[in-house]
């Protein structure tokens, strides 16, 4: 049983879900064409009772490599500074894929002193390569 899961719900999680085919997946299927599948895991109690839960499965196509040039996860910021951000990604069937392709979330993370943590979504930027915000405002302690 998987922590918070009823003994009757059915949950399915393959490992990879990309990848170069023949993609072999846990548990223990390959892959042998291209293609995108969708395997379901149907589980049943002693009563009867059963639930049926789906993963999806892409073979010949493996994920885009993401990489931040800026800013520095060491970089340290104030309230109104101006951040700058860059970066690119690469796909090993497509090669570098253009600043249209990519997408930056900015999100602001706070956690309170006794451990609860929340977000806050900030701005978004889809199809640029590089861009600047306006550090925001939070209460200590946030990072983004």
Sequence with gaps: M????????????A??????????VTASWTYTQPGTYTPELRV????????TDAVTVTAGNTPPMATI???SS??????????GF????????????PAS?????LVLNHCDDA????????QSWPGVASGNFSAPDHEYPSYL
């Design 15 to 24: 490992t990879p879900t990309s990848g170069a085919a023949p993609l072999t």
């Design 44 to 51: 049943t109690d002693n009563l009867g009772a059963s639930d």
């Design 69 to 71: 040039a800026s800013p």
């Design 86 to 97: 860059s970066g690119g990604a690469t796909d090993a069937q497509s090669g570098t894929l």
């Design 2 to 13: 998987l922590a918070g899961v009823p003994d009757d719900q059915a949950v399915a999680s």
């Design 101 to 105: 392709a990519l997408s930056w979330s």
């Design 115 to 122: 451990g609860h943590c929340h977000q806050h979504p900030v």
């Design 74 to 83: 060491s970089l340290r910021w104030k309230v109104g500074d101006t951040v």
